[in-house]
């Protein structure tokens, strides 16, 4: 069964690795104003993993330790979701 995910405000910390959980297949959506941010503090073990096979390590990596917001646009733009 395939898993669709939407993403509507902010997704931070575990927020993150559940939206991003979405299946290939079925994507990821997002609205206009949605954004990601890797919080260090609930990322777990997902986004370890996830983030590196979906966007490459150096991007993960800033993401990671910068913490700073994702703007839907730049996420739409490294092909970890998609358009709504």
Not at 9 to 25: E, F, K, P, Q, V
Request: aromatic fraction near 2%; proline fraction near 4%; charged fraction near 20%.
């Amino acid at each position: 069964m395939p898993i669709v995910t939407a993403i509507n405000g902010i997704a931070a910390g575990a927020g993150m690795s559940l939206a991003l959980m979405g299946d290939t297949g079925s994507r990821r959506t997002r609205r206009r104003s949605a954004s990601l941010r890797a919080d260090r503090s609930g990322a777990g073990l997902r986004l370890v993993v996830l983030l590196p096979r979906m966007i490459g390590m150096a991007r993960a990596m800033e993401l990671s330790l910068l913490a700073e917001r994702l703007p839907a646009e730049t996420a739409l733009a490294w092909g970890m979701i998609i358009a709504s």
